[in-house]
C-alpha cells in the first residue's frame, strides 16, 4: 500500500521491451534507501516489484496487463517517473490509500496557472468517473490529489507549488497521458451495496435502504 506521497522524481535508464511486457530500469536515490529486491516501489503509481538493483537504480518487471491498463508502455530512456516506496507498518499516512492498482488512462485536457497554484483539468474514461467526487481524492501518476471539480467527462485538480516542483506534474501539458486510480473506499463501497448487501435486488432502491435502516 502507499499514500500518493512522492518521494522523489526518478528518470528512466531502459526500457527492454518483451512481446507484450517490459522490463524498466529507472534511475533513483531515495527510493532505494532500506530497498531489498522483492520489495514495491510505485512507479507513476504502478506497483512495481524491484527485480534488480545497485548503487544508482532498480529494475522491475511490468506485465501485459499492467501495460494494457498505464502509461507505462510509453516509457522510454529519459523519461521522468514519480517514486514512492510501499509504505511502512510505522510511517506517517500523509495523502490517501493508494493501492498501487491503475483504474484507467487519463488525458490532460488543460493547464491553467491560478496565482499560486496550478488547475490540471483530466479528461477520464466513463467507468472510471462514477468513483471520483469534488473533495475526494485521487491518484495521479501515483500523486494524491484533492478533487476540486467534476464534470461529466473529467475533472480538475488544484496544485499547490510544492507538489508541481516535488512530482511530475510541473512538466504536464495538455495530452498527456497519466494514470489514474480512484479512491479504493468508494469501490468497496459499491461492490458492498450493489452485491453483498442485498444480492436479490438490482442496485439502490428506496425498500433496500429501509430493510437496512437508512
Known amino acids: ?13 531502459e526500457v527492454r521491451h518483451g512481446h507484450r511486457s517490459a522490463t524498466v530500469t529507472i534511475w533513483a536515490e531515495k527510493v532505494l534507501l532500506g ?3 522483492g520489495d514495491s516501489i510505485a512507479v507513476n503509481g504502478v506497483c512495481l516489484t524491484v527485480i534488480a ?33 510501499a509504505m511502512a507498518a510505522d510511517g506517517r ?4 490509500i493508494v493501492m498501487g492498482h ?15 497554484s496550478v488547475l490540471l483539468s483530466i479528461e477520464a474514461p466513463p467507468a472510471l468517473m462514477r468513483y471520483i467526487v469534488e473533495k475526494g481524492s485521487i491518484a495521479i501518476d501515483g500523486i494524491s490529489l484533492t478533487v476540486a471539480k467534476v464534470w461529466e467527462s473529467g475533472f480538475t485538480v488544484s ?19 497519466v494514470n489514474l486510480e480512484a479512491d ?8 458492498f451495496l450493489m452485491h ?10 428506496a425498500e433496500m435502504l429501509s430493510e437496512y435502516g437508512f
Open 35 to 37: 530497498t531489498s529486491i
Open 184 to 191: 479504493i473506499i468508494g469501490k468497496y463501497a459499491e461492490k
Open 196 to 205: 453483498e448487501i442485498s444480492p436479490r435486488k438490482k442496485g439502490i432502491t
Open 102 to 116: 491503475i483504474d484507467g488512462i487519463g488525458k490532460v485536457s488543460r493547464v491553467i496557472k491560478d496565482d499560486n
Open 93 to 96: 499516512f500523509g495523502g490517501h
Open 53 to 85: 538493483m545497485d548503487d544508482d537504480s532498480f529494475s522491475a518487471d511490468a506485465t501485459p496487463e499492467t501495460i494494457s491498463r498505464s502509461s507505462l508502455g510509453q516509457m522510454h530512456r529519459g523519461s521522468r517517473v514519480n517514486l514512492e516506496r
Open 159 to 177: 496544485v499547490i507549488p510544492h507538489t508541481a516542483s516535488e512530482t511530475t506534474i510541473g512538466w504536464m501539458v495538455a495530452g498527456t497521458a
Open 1 to 13: 500500500m502507499f499514500t500518493g506521497i512522492i518521494e522523489e522524481i526518478g528518470t528512466v535508464k
